[in-house]
């Protein structure tokens, strides 16, 4: 009584199963070597704002971003998959497993292409030919790819590393020192958004600025 052919035969559920666990694997290997480069990323818009740099610090941030959203939603994505596949009536649902799989391997192969070595990251904030032209590339590349509430957060993040930025500038003090009244912040608020406005305005200028020859 030995065992058939037919015994070993792998069905289409197991086989989307094998797809997600290969996926998931690979997610989590990008997840560790990814949050090196955006930890970095984050230093770089540190040091661009310690220098006054801001349409790069923006560029940094937003490029960032980017990656941790593409992260999000993969895994996000799979997890779905994965319910899906646990149904009992896997075969009412195979055509939406597969097709989500599929977009999954595009994502993943995305993502692989932003883990580009920390060389990347140190032109965000170069100088020269090159890495201005890397920059133009990356703003190019965000611009259609950043949800409006992305950008929002983004910005959000950019007023506090620069309120962290200042704060190191700044001396201590003094431990009697009142906190800001209300007009005061009100002010700083709306001075906030206008330098928001300007970096902005200064970073899609420079991603159109000619390459010089």
Do not use: W
């Not at 560790?32 to 220098?51: F, H, M, Q």
């Not at 993969?74 to 319910?83: K, P, R, S």
């Not at 195979?94 to 990347?120: A, C, M, P, R």
């Amino acid at each position: 009584m030995g065992n058939t052919p037919s015994s070993h035969k792998i069905s289409a559920q197991d086989r989307a199963i094998l797809d997600m666990k290969i996926q998931r694997d690979k997610l989590h290997q990008y997840q560790k070597r990814i949050t090196i480069i955006t930890d970095r990323e984050k230093a770089v818009a540190k040091e661009c704002l310690s220098r006054g740099d801001k349409p790069k610090a923006l560029l940094a941030l937003r490029r960032k971003k980017y990656q941790e959203s593409l992260l999000s939603k993969t895994d996000a994505q799979l997890e779905q998959l994965e319910q899906l596949t646990s149904s009992v009536e896997f075969a009412l649902v195979q055509k939406d497993v597969v097709f989500g799989l599929q977009q999954g391997t595009s994502v993943l192969k995305e993502i692989h292409k932003e883990i580009g070595g920390l060389e990347n990251v140190e032109k965000l904030m170069g100088e020269s030919e090159e890495a201005r032209q890397y920059q133009r590339e990356v703003s190019e590349m965000l611009g259609g790819r950043i949800s409006n509430q992305d950008e929002d957060e983004v910005e959000d993040e950019l007023d506090a590393l620069e309120r962290e930025v200042n704060r190191t500038k700044l001396p201590d003090a003094p431990a009697t020192e009142l906190p800001e009244d209300e007009l005061e912040r009100t002010q700083t608020e709306a001075r906030r958004a206008k330098a928001r406005a300007k970096a902005r305005e200064q970073a899609t200028s420079q991603a159109s600025e000619p390459m010089l020859a």
